[in-house]
């Protein structure tokens, strides 16, 4: 889950996805944005770094608000920075035992940066950032 569902979480639920795949681990993951445009789709350079990169495509991606359906059906919602997760409680504190950030599942307390308006190389950065915390989390044990 980041801001507007158009760069970070669509990148890092697809990464998420294939791993998931890769693994045979039983799970989907889905991104939202807690200022998400509905239907917005996913930046030119998230869908560059995403397909030249690790050929996935995220061309069809359409950006969703954060909504208490998808909250209530999550095993766990991974927020991209400490400001989302605090956004989030705060909204839906009823949700609350579910958030983390980033930097709490993967034990380093960094956030994930928003490479909006920066260039391809800084979305590789971050999708790079994002797969190795995906790469590294026990997807098998979401019990947090």
Not at 17 to 45: E, L, Q, T
Request: glycine letters at 6%; charged letters at 20%.
């Amino acid at each position: 889950m980041c801001t507007g569902n158009t760069c970070r979480s669509p990148m890092a639920a697809a990464l998420a996805n294939d791993i998931f795949a890769s693994r045979g681990i039983n799970a989907v993951a889905v991104s939202c944005g807690v200022f998400a445009v509905p239907g917005a789709k996913a930046s030119v350079d998230a869908i560059a770094v995403m397909k030249n990169d690790w050929d996935i495509d995220i061309t069809n991606h359409k950006a969703r608000i954060t909504c208490d359906a998808d909250l209530a059906e999550a095993d766990i919602v991974i927020a991209m920075t400490a400001g989302h997760k605090n956004h989030l409680i705060t909204h839906h504190p009823e949700f609350a035992d579910k958030v983390h950030t980033v930097g709490e599942v993967c034990s380093d307390g960094r956030d994930i940066d928003d490479p909006f308006g920066g260039g391809f190389d800084t979305y590789m950065q971050c999708a790079k950032q994002i797969e190795k915390f995906l790469k590294n989390f026990n997807w098998e044990d979401v019990t947090l």
